[in-house]
């Protein structure tokens, strides 16, 4: 067998160890029988089901918000330190680059915990910041802020600084360069940082598990204390929507970063 055989056999087995699980429950999420894997026929009854489950729907809320409102916070700091770290030098520029690998690389069980005594600190210090939707939302961006400032400095990285020095000659003041030349050359790359920053969030269980309070279940959290009780059709159904709502999301990444 040649090289290039080899190289397609392995690429085939590798893209297959990672994908079928995933297309398993995608499938059993249609299956007509409630239990066990063998088909019993195709049926739509535990999308349904889950759309009048009104008791889920209160995870599916926090979930939106924890997402949405930490995808904002974390873009707007993100992309303000992206610009700092491309536009100016500092003395401790390179401790503050190596910094912010570390939410990156470092394992979610210890960030979590590391937040969650933080928070048990501050509560016991000052008697505030007690767990739930606010200390979720808190432990997102910290790691969301990391994602989004590497999205955005690479993105910098390739912009010609000659078009704001250009815009600068003109006349155009620091603000109005801001939105009139930079902010639109790095609009693509910004919209990419959100969408992969929100995919995080929307995803993340573990440092949830660990900053959720009473009244702050996401959808992550609900699926988990699900699968304990036994995995049923309905639970696939809820999977294989986050699958949707996650592919959805990381396409529309990769279509914005591809534009120029």
Same mark, same amino acid.
């Given at each position: 067998?040649?090289?290039?055989?080899?190289?397609?056999?392995?690429?085939?087995?590798?893209?297959?160890?990672?994908?079928?699980?995933?297309?398993?429950?995608?499938?059993?999420?249609?299956?007509?029988?409630?239990?066990?894997?063998?088909?019993?026929?195709?049926?739509?009854?535990?999308?349904?089901?889950?759309?009048?489950?009104?008791?889920?729907?209160?995870?599916?809320?926090?979930?939106?918000?924890?997402?949405?409102?930490?995808?904002?916070?974390?873009?707007?700091?993100?992309?303000?330190?992206?610009?700092?770290?491309?536009?100016?030098?500092?003395?401790?520029?390179?401790?503050?680059?190596?910094?912010? @690998?570390?939410?990156?690389?470092?394992? !979610?069980?210890?960030?979590?915990?590391?937040?969650?005594?933080?928070?048990?600190?501050?509560?016991?210090?000052?008697?505030?910041?007690?767990?739930?939707?606010?200390?979720?939302?808190?432990?997102?961006?910290?790691?969301?802020?990391? @994602?989004?400032?590497?999205?955005?400095?690479?993105?910098?990285?390739?912009? !010609?600084?000659?078009? !704001?020095?250009?815009?600068?000659?003109?006349?155009?003041?620091?603000?109005?360069?801001?939105?009139?030349?930079?902010?639109?050359?790095?609009?693509?790359?910004?919209?990419?940082?959100?969408?992969?920053?929100?995919?995080?969030?929307? !995803?993340?269980?573990?440092?949830?598990?660990?900053?959720?309070?009473?009244?702050?279940?996401?959808?992550?959290?609900?699926?988990?204390?699900?699968?304990?009780?036994?995995?049923?059709?309905?639970?696939?159904?809820?999977?294989?929507?986050?699958?949707?709502?996650?592919?959805?999301?990381?396409?529309?990444?990769?279509?914005?970063?591809?534009?120029?």
């Amino acid at each position: 067998m040649t090289t290039r055989r080899w190289l397609t056999l392995h690429g085939v087995l590798v893209l297959l160890f990672l994908y079928l699980p995933i297309a398993v429950i995608v499938v059993l999420s249609f299956n007509e029988s409630k239990y066990g894997v063998a088909w019993h026929g195709f049926t739509l009854k535990w999308y349904r089901q889950l759309l009048e489950h009104t008791r889920i729907h209160p995870y599916v809320w926090n979930s939106l918000i924890v997402a949405t409102v930490s995808t904002f916070l974390s873009t707007v700091l993100g992309t303000l330190l992206a610009l700092g770290l491309a536009r100016y030098r500092f003395p401790w520029r390179g401790g503050l680059l190596f910094l912010l @690998y570390i939410p990156v690389v470092i394992p !979610d069980v210890v960030m979590g915990v590391s937040l969650l005594l933080f928070f048990a600190w501050v509560q016991r210090a000052f008697d505030a910041l007690h767990l739930g939707l606010t200390t979720v939302i808190l432990g997102h961006v910290s790691f969301q802020i990391a @994602y989004v400032t590497l999205v955005v400095k690479s993105r910098l990285a390739g912009l !010609d600084p000659s078009l !704001d020095e250009a815009a600068a000659d003109l006349g155009a003041a620091g603000w109005t360069r801001f939105w009139k030349v930079t902010f639109p050359l790095i609009a693509p790359g910004i919209a990419a940082a959100a969408l992969l920053a929100f995919t995080l969030s929307l !995803d993340d269980f573990v440092i949830t598990f660990f900053t959720a309070g009473p009244g702050a279940t996401t959808l992550p959290i609900y699926i988990f204390s699900s699968v304990k009780r036994g995995v049923t059709p309905e639970i696939h159904a809820l999977s294989t929507l986050m699958i949707l709502v996650t592919t959805l999301a990381l396409i529309a990444v990769q279509r914005v970063q591809a534009r120029r």
